[in-house]
């Protein structure tokens, strides 16, 4: 029987952990560091997702022999190639191959060579520069600082004076550390997420998801890392899903082994289906936060095999899903995506008859406490899209906490239009 180890402590991590006890191959999971939830069906290990040199001294010492990696940080941080150094096997991209997310130049400039579609852009590392073409543009104007920024390296300005202040912010004050802005022309359309296993050229593709990023119904308020997300999206149709899988993520695959950096992990599509067709928003070399938690467990195949064949590039047959949707929504501390408090007590977690997914949660004594701004994720799969959100928002009432939110409109754009 197999051991694995899944580094990450996020929601995400724990629907990797769920999907990977489901196989038949595995005997024993470890997550580093994790959190409560995967504390319930795993081994916690208490090392940190960027610490590379002990999360190799684990995997060695413990005889794993799979290693998932969830975060983004650690795939910049060159988990990968440390493993595949020291000979072992692990699921995730190289630290020269994360570019496509870690950097909006490196990606755009790809876009741009292997004509994949994605919004015209400019890039900058002058204020005055920057300024000045801005000025000269419609507005909103959209900029995005060339970095890792914990997804708050995007502005929509809808003005002069907004664009100056976050220019100033990212080019001048260097808020998010030294890097360059990519000015990019502002697209509309609905967002949706497409996440496909890729090894070299091989791309399987997993169910298209769509997130909802701000904090408050009718998709008001701050930016967040997600509120909810689901899939059997109703506005794209096969030949959308078609285009986007050819022209988007298999290209891309080719484009990165063609630039000599092939991946080998997820590929994550930030798409919009926008009047001029569907164009890239961003691409993220991992799997998506709160995506995962809805897709993976629509699959019926192996996801050992999956990750197995990847991390060895050899070819794996196509995953199958079920014919059903999932919903799910996620319940966060007060004042996310802004400051919140931690440790409020949650109970009546063993009630919920949906599948619960801990996010940002913490073991306290007997009981379980809230330790992040996303805290849980209530899920339930159903044959169509208002079942499964019938359930959701049946079941998440049993829980209780002092100190928590959600949306209540999750799937609005699919169910209202
Ligand atoms: P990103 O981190 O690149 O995904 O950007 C965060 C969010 O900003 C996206 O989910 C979009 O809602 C929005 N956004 C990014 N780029 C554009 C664009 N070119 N046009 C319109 N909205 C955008
Ligand atoms: N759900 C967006 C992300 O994972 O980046």
Not at 51 to 56: K, S, Y
Not at 69 to 91: H, N, Q, S
Not at 138 to 143: G, K, S
Not at 191 to 204: A, L, R
């Amino acid at each position: 029987m197999k051991k694995v180890l899944v580094v990450g402590s996020g929601g995400r991590e724990h629907a990797i952990v769920e999907a990977l006890l489901l196989s038949p191959q595995v005997g024993k999971v470890y997550c580093a560091p994790g959190n409560a939830g995967t504390a319930l069906v795993a081994e916690n290990v208490p090392i940190g997702d960027t610490d590379v040199e002990e999360l190799l001294r684990f995997a060695l010492d413990s005889a794993i022999d799979l290693t998932v990696v969830g975060p983004e940080a650690a795939l910049a941080a060159g988990l990968v190639d440390a493993f595949r150094a020291a000979g072992l096997k692990i699921f995730g991209h190289t630290k020269a191959a994360t570019a496509i997310e870690s950097s909006k130049e490196f990606a755009k400039k790809l876009m741009g060579k292997y004509g994949i579609p994605t919004a015209a852009y400019r890039s900058f590392d002058n204020f005055d520069e920057a300024l000045d073409y801005v000025s000269g543009r419609p507005f909103p104007a959209v900029l995005k600082y060339d970095g890792l920024a914990a997804g708050k390296g995007v502005v929509i300005a809808e003005d002069l004076s907004e664009a100056e202040a976050a220019l100033r912010s990212m080019l001048l004050d260097e808020s998010f550390g030294k890097g360059r802005v990519v000015v990019e022309d502002y697209l509309t359309g609905p967002e949706f997420s497409f996440m496909c296993f890729v090894d070299g050229t091989n791309v399987y593709p997993m169910p298209l998801a769509q997130d909802h990023k701000r904090a408050f119904d009718g998709d008001k308020g701050p930016n967040t890392g997600g509120m909810g997300a689901y899939t059997g999206l109703p506005f794209i149709s096969e030949s959308d899903r078609e285009f986007a899988f050819k022209n988007i993520l298999c290209r891309t695959a080719e484009a990165m082994v063609a630039e000599g950096l092939p991946l080998s992990g997820v590929l994550y599509g930030g798409l919009m289906k926008t009047p001029g067709g569907i164009k890239v928003i961003e691409f993220n070399a991992r799997f998506g936060d709160p995506e995962t938690e809805v897709v993976l467990p629509l699959l019926k195949s192996d996801i050992y095999d999956i990750f197995a064949s990847v991390a060895d590039s050899r070819p794996c047959s196509l995953p199958e899903w079920k014919d059903a949707v999932s919903l799910g929504v996620v319940l966060a501390s007060k004042g996310y995506p802004g400051s919140y408090e931690k440790g409020f007590e949650i109970e009546g977690l063993d009630y919920v008859d949906a599948r619960v997914i801990h996010m940002g949660t913490k073991a306290s004594g007997e009981h379980i406490v809230t330790a992040g701004g996303r805290v849980l994720m209530v899920v339930a799969e159903g044959a169509d899209i208002s079942s499964a959100r019938e359930k959701v928002y049946g079941e998440i009432v049993k829980i209780r906490c002092s100190n928590l939110f959600c949306r209540s409109d999750i799937a609005h754009i699919a169910l209202e239009g």
